[in-house]
């Protein structure tokens, strides 16, 4: 009777720390809010909106300026994300990783804006923010794992016709890897976009007529780095323990797939 025992033993160790910080300001929004005529060229009067009409700028009597700014605001969020692992080893599930997310509005100037009368002519120059999205993000992680794999089997005559009836050889075959690895990440990504307007308006024949010229530059940047370093030590064993004057020549082969031992 042949005899199989085999004996599998996983220790995963991960330290992990990452963090995102996200930032943003939607100034058209609050802009229309203040007053759809930023937004809506057909309701647009003054200062109010005159990047898209500048006809709106009839309504000036003689000068009038306008600012408008928005306050910052911050949130934190700590949660976990969760990886499966479930190929290293059936025992193995998930690993669950902290994170910390924040999240902030950038406060600051959306809208500044001055015009004025000059002999029937409304000139005016407006700044207005665009919308904004930044991210920053940092990573690091230094997983170590311990495998161990313990085969034992004991060959009879049932596998081996030379091995006399009653006679048995155990055979111990060990397996032991030891391996880590240090990863660390971090990145920087922003898009913006700002305007700068300058308008001229005047009435001619009883219609509203206007002019403008707008620059938009649009800033998109980003950056990302990473490190990998890691290493693994493996090392394995085969005894074998022969009856009375037997000679074995023994050999085995394992193979691996996915981080499981599949056959021996």
Same mark, same amino acid.
């Given at each position: 009777?042949? $005899?199989?025992?085999? %004996?599998?033993?996983?220790?995963?160790?991960?330290?992990?720390?990452?963090?995102?910080?996200?930032?943003?300001?939607?100034?058209?929004?609050?802009?229309?809010?203040?007053?759809?005529? &930023?937004?809506?060229?057909?309701?647009?009067?003054? $200062?109010?909106?005159?990047?898209?009409?500048?006809?709106?700028?009839?309504?000036?009597?003689?000068?009038?300026?306008?600012?408008?700014? !928005?306050?910052?605001?911050?949130?934190?969020?700590?949660?976990?994300?969760?990886?499966? &692992?479930?190929?290293?080893?059936?025992?193995?599930?998930?690993?669950?990783?902290?994170?910390?997310?924040?999240?902030?509005?950038?406060?600051?100037?959306?809208? %500044?804006?001055?015009?004025?009368?000059?002999?029937?002519?409304?000139?005016?120059?407006?700044?207005?923010?665009?919308?904004?999205?930044?991210?920053?993000?940092?990573?690091?992680? !230094?997983?170590?794992?311990?495998?161990?794999?313990?085969?034992?089997?004991? $060959?009879?005559?049932?596998?081996?016709?030379?091995?006399?009836?009653?006679?048995?050889?155990?055979?111990?075959?060990?397996? @032991?890897? @030891?391996?880590?690895?240090?990863? !660390?990440? @971090?990145?920087?990504?922003?898009?913006?976009?700002?305007? $700068?307007?300058?308008?001229?308006?005047?009435?001619?024949?009883?219609?509203?007529?206007?002019?403008?010229?707008?620059?938009?530059?649009?800033?998109?940047?980003?950056?990302?780095?990473?490190?990998?370093?890691?290493?693994?030590?493996?090392?394995?064993?085969?005894?074998?323990?022969?009856?009375?004057?037997?000679?074995?020549?023994?050999?085995? @082969?394992?193979? *691996?797939?996915?981080?499981? *031992?599949?056959?021996?």
């Amino acid at each position: 009777m042949s $005899l199989l025992c085999c %004996f599998l033993c996983l220790q995963l160790d991960i330290d992990v720390d990452v963090s995102a910080n996200i930032y943003y300001s939607y100034s058209s929004s609050n802009l229309f809010f203040i007053h759809p005529g &930023f937004a809506n060229p057909s309701v647009s009067r003054g $200062l109010l909106g005159f990047s898209l009409n500048p006809a709106a700028l009839n309504n000036i009597e003689s000068a009038e300026i306008m600012a408008s700014g !928005t306050s910052a605001m911050r949130a934190e969020l700590l949660t976990e994300f969760a990886i499966p &692992f479930d190929t290293l080893a059936p025992i193995v599930d998930t690993v669950e990783f902290p994170t910390e997310i924040s999240v902030q509005q950038v406060g600051g100037l959306d809208f %500044f804006g001055f015009s004025m009368n000059i002999r029937g002519w409304k000139l005016g120059i407006g700044f207005q923010d665009g919308d904004y999205i930044g991210l920053d993000f940092s990573g690091s992680s !230094t997983p170590n794992a311990d495998y161990a794999f313990d085969y034992e089997y004991t $060959l009879t005559h049932a596998d081996i016709t030379e091995i006399p009836e009653g006679d048995s050889i155990p055979v111990n075959i060990s397996l @032991e890897a @030891e391996g880590d690895l240090s990863f !660390t990440a @971090e990145g920087v990504g922003a898009f913006r976009t700002r305007s $700068l307007v300058f308008a001229a308006a005047h009435t001619l024949f009883g219609l509203d007529a206007g002019f403008g010229f707008q620059m938009t530059p649009v800033s998109i940047v980003g950056n990302f780095s990473s490190l990998f370093n890691g290493s693994v030590h493996s090392g394995g064993s085969v005894s074998v323990e022969a009856v009375q004057d037997w000679t074995i020549d023994a050999s085995f @082969e394992v193979e *691996i797939d996915a981080d499981s *031992i599949l056959e021996c």
